[in-house]
């Protein structure tokens, strides 16, 4: 039996999220519909991390277990012959499977890293919808940088916290929290959050507050207060799912995935 590893990215605008369901239309089916036409076997996958209806993937990771001997050329052109266009899987590679020491796209995971890129003009831009937040009002960068300054650490992130989550702690630790004005006019805002792991509807709920700092609907400490009261009513509410992209999954080398090392918002 082999672990095969693959990195895959996709554009959640059609798709009710990377999990499996009922109505079969999700990332996770469309991949698994693919690899039991390429393989003809089922094949279940097991990912880094679950996707919300609307949002995108750089780099998600997937394993699964095989009995099959194929070129790893072969699983990444063979998959995506029976992929949508806006599904498709960028490298596969052969991991340690089946005993103590072996890889798991989830629990191996060391980091997770998410943008979230706003279009901030006062006119809406049609050629971005699905692919970023859109926001009319004026945002002040440096207010949402001083808010976002509580954020790195380890803290009970209950006030960002989805009531539908299921994660058995609200405990998560943010690494590095970054925003920017990135485009030639300086429309386009990126949020980059890299944790050990993400709470549901967390990174959404985050934006935001953050977009409520920015418009001066609240002062910068505001944040902080919000995230010590650990209230959900007292924060915003939970922000529109088209400019999230999850970036990047962190591993230990010695895995040797062929990830790239930081994949680029496809059209910046």
């Known amino acids: 039996m082999k672990r095969v590893a693959f990195g895959v990215q996709y554009d959640g605008s059609a798709w009710s999220g990377y999990q499996k369901q009922l109505d079969r239309n999700t990332v ?9 036409k390429f393989a003809r076997v089922e094949l279940g996958t097991t990912c880094a991390g679950r996707t919300d209806t609307g949002v995108h993937a750089l780099e998600q990771v997937v394993h699964f277990d095989t009995e ?24 596969a590679t052969e991991v340690p499977g089946g005993h103590e020491r072996e890889f798991h796209a989830r629990f191996s995971a060391r980091a ?33 940088r001083e808010a976002a300054r509580c954020l790195p650490g380890s803290h009970d992130f209950s006030a960002f916290r989805s009531s539908q989550c299921q994660a058995k702690s609200p405990v998560r630790e943010i690494y590095d929290v970054g925003i920017e004005r990135r485009g030639q006019n300086g429309h386009l805002i990126v949020f980059t959050v890299r944790a050990n792991a993400f709470l549901h509807h967390m990174i959404r709920n985050l934006i935001g507050s ?15 207060e919000v995230l010590e009261g650990r209230e ?5 509410p939970t922000f529109m799912p088209d400019g999230l992209y999850l970036a990047k999954i962190e591993y230990d080398p010695k895995w040797g995935l062929p990830q790239e090392a930081s994949p680029p918002l496809p059209w910046f």
């Open 28 to 36: 996770q089916d469309r991949l698994e519909i693919a690899l039991e």
């Open 68 to 91: 099959l001997t194929r070129d790893m050329n072969s699983w990444v052109r063979g998959v995506n012959t029976f992929l949508p266009d806006s599904i498709a899987v960028r490298w």
């Open 112 to 144: 997770r890293t998410y943008h979230y890129v706003l279009y901030n003009h006062p006119v809406r831009a049609p050629l971005l919808a699905g692919r970023a937040g859109w926001v009319f009002r004026p945002l002040d960068v440096e207010r949402m």
């Open 232 to 236: 959900r009513h007292h924060a915003a």
């Open 210 to 224: 953050l977009i409520y700092v920015g418009s001066g609907r609240h002062p910068a400490p505001w944040l902080r």
